[in-house]
């Protein structure tokens, strides 16, 4: 399984079960539960053996994590339908025992879980440390050499590493004033130098070393670009002061400077976000917090220990479960697919819909409700679709707008098909880049059109007070405020007025009334600079259209200037 990154797959399933619930589950029959169970365990197979034989990284470290964690949460849901829990989930070919067990962490959602998981302790004797992004590893040393490197694995066993760990210098091959025997436990990330994980994301950094690792050999280039963070020292002393005195006397010091004392957990959201926001040398997906003292190494389980925890990073990249497909159609009459989502946490941001970008590329990715889709954060801010992870083994229909009956110059009326549209077109007419009218949001207008007082595209000109009091929710005093609105847009110029209304970009053009500018033929208006021959015949286009001679007459008859 990654060759030894992942926690194995008992220690997930009882992740999922500390965080899932019974109502969680799926509302599936028995026969697509298995459909669905086996579809899942295809493409994790594959995905494994993409990383142990190739050596690629075929979707994002968080990703997968996710996809494992809901496998197990659906094997839960459905036992009877499951398929046995298959081998090569674990590392398969891992052979060798390690000196000490792989215990894996544990993980906390947020600050409050982990202080409930401090207070538990009295606050004492706790450390924190960041939570390098890269393969876990078991170094054996005897007499100081280095004897034997062992993978994750299954937490026992896993695969000998000892001639890649020859290769690499950022494994010490011989340690200074050591024990007789001492083994060491740790992380092997690739070099990030000046790393910012808040900025960067995890930048597929285990992938990069597992996907070296994966390979027969190791040459001298690659090998360079690993780095090794000894996060414990299983067989070291039982105070943790002692312990890290004892590993920067054999040499680990960059290792030990990053392990400090807490008492408090403001104390580690301090750390958690120095780590995460500024510039690092390895991926950090989050903070591990310690116990100083544990239990003795020889009783540790691959199991998540109770002493000590993680809590880590939002995620740059998330799995997320398509709820339904919806289409927007703008006031332009462009049509963009909507995939609603079963909310997910990205970063700072609480994601529940991403855009497709156009029906084109709704096609060709295929997406219907209950497939499971990545988001990433566009420069971290902004949630984007990047794939399909996989698809749901029962496919729902899925109709588009026809986008015939859309474009540009459609719409001008509040009738069924036109719903979206026409909603777009009061939003352009009323916002920054139209009449500029306050208070007059997404909300107010479909308000208004509920209430059965907006039909057309200028029918709020001539609401009186009394007639917007009667929509539910407004008021007198918001009604008179409207009005109030509603009379400002006479006086708007006639230039504010046209780009309102959707008018084509003009160049130069002088905006002085309508009837000049709507006799204008397409040669003249080519012959205004910055118009060329296709925006020229969108523009007669536009003065042209009927439904829009509709809405002049009503401002000409409202004494709005220039028409």
Same mark, same amino acid.
Request: with cysteine; proline share 6%; net charge neutral.
């Given at each position: ?51 142990? *034989? ?11 994590? &996710? ?69 876990? *590893? ?9 004897? @034997? +490197? %062992? ?34 436990? /740790? ?43 000894? #996060? ?37 959201? @301090? ?14 997906? /989050? ?13 540790? &389980? ?27 159609? /703008? ?60 698809? %749901? ?120 009334? #309508? ?9 003249? #208006?080519? +012959? ?31 004494? *709005? &200037?220039?028409?």
């Amino acid at each position: 399984m990654r060759l030894g990154w992942l926690l194995s797959f008992a220690a997930v399933a009882v992740l999922a079960i500390r965080t899932g619930r019974a109502a969680d589950c799926p509302e599936w029959s028995p026969t697509q539960a298995r459909q669905e169970l086996n579809a899942l365990h295809d493409r994790l197979d594959g995905w494994n053996h993409a990383y142990r *034989v190739d050596g690629q990284s075929p979707v994002d470290d968080a990703v997968y994590d &996710q996809a494992l964690q809901r496998f197990a949460h659906w094997r839960r849901c459905f036992p009877a339908q499951a398929p046995a829990e298959p081998a090569h989930l674990a590392d398969a070919s891992g052979r060798v025992r390690a000196p000490v067990a792989q215990t894996g962490l544990a993980k906390l959602p947020d600050a409050k879980a982990l202080a409930e998981w401090m207070r538990a302790r009295d606050n004492r004797d706790l450390w924190v440390q960041p939570k390098a992004d890269g393969v876990a *590893v078991t170094l054996l040393y005897l007499d100081g050499q280095l004897q @034997q +490197a %062992t993978s994750r694995g299954d937490g026992l066993r896993g695969s000998d590493w000892t001639a890649m760990a020859q290769r690499i210098d950022a494994i010490p091959k011989h340690l200074l004033r050591a024990p007789a025997r001492v083994v060491l436990q /740790g992380e092997l990330y690739w070099r990030l130098p000046g790393h910012v994980q808040a900025n960067d994301g995890g930048v597929n950094a285990r992938s990069a070393v597992a996907g070296a690792l994966a390979r027969d050999t190791l040459d001298a280039p690659t090998a360079a670009q690993i780095g090794l963070f000894v #996060w414990d020292w299983p067989s070291g002393p039982d105070d943790m002061p002692a312990r890290l005195a004892g590993m920067s006397s054999m040499g680990l010091a960059d290792s030990v400077a990053y392990v400090h004392p807490v008492k408090t957990i403001d104390e580690v959201r @301090q750390w958690h976000e120095q780590w995460y926001r500024h510039a690092m040398p390895f991926a950090a997906d /989050g903070t591990v917090v310690r116990q100083g003292h544990r239990p003795s190494a020889t009783t540790w &389980q691959a199991a998540p220990p109770s002493w000590a925890i993680a809590w880590k990073y939002p995620a740059a990249s998330a799995l997320a479960e398509v709820r339904a497909v919806n289409f927007k159609v /703008g006031r332009s009459g462009r049509i963009t697919p909507v995939l609603e989502l079963v909310p997910i946490q990205l970063d700072d941001h609480r994601v529940q819909r991403v855009s497709v970008g156009s029906v084109a590329r709704w096609r060709q990715l295929d997406i219907r409700p209950g497939d499971q889709v990545e988001v990433v954060l566009a420069g971290l801010t902004i949630p984007r679709l990047q794939s399909v992870v996989w698809r %749901t083994q029962q496919r729902v229909a899925v109709t588009p707008p026809d986008p015939g009956k859309h474009d540009p110059l459609s719409c001008w009326q509040a009738m069924p098909g036109c719903e979206e549209q026409f909603r777009a077109r009061l939003l352009r007419l009323g916002g920054k880049q139209g009449l500029q009218l306050d208070g007059l949001g997404a909300s107010t207008w479909q308000a208004l059109i509920d209430a059965g007082l907006i039909h057309g595209l200028l029918d709020w000109m001539n609401l009186t007070p009394a007639q917007l009091a009667t929509v539910p929710g407004f008021g007198q005093v918001r009604a008179n405020t409207l009005a109030q609105a509603f009379a400002s847009a006479r006086q708007r110029s006639f230039a504010q007025w046209l780009h309102a209304l959707g008018m084509p970009a003009s160049g130069s053009a002088e905006l002085s009334d #309508w009837a000049s500018l709507s006799a204008h033929s397409a040669d003249d #208006w080519q +012959a205004i600079d910055g118009i060329g021959p296709g925006r020229a015949d969108r523009l007669v286009e536009f003065f042209a259209h009927p439904e829009l001679r509709e809405q002049i007459v009503l401002l000409h008859t409202a004494g *709005v &200037q220039g028409f």
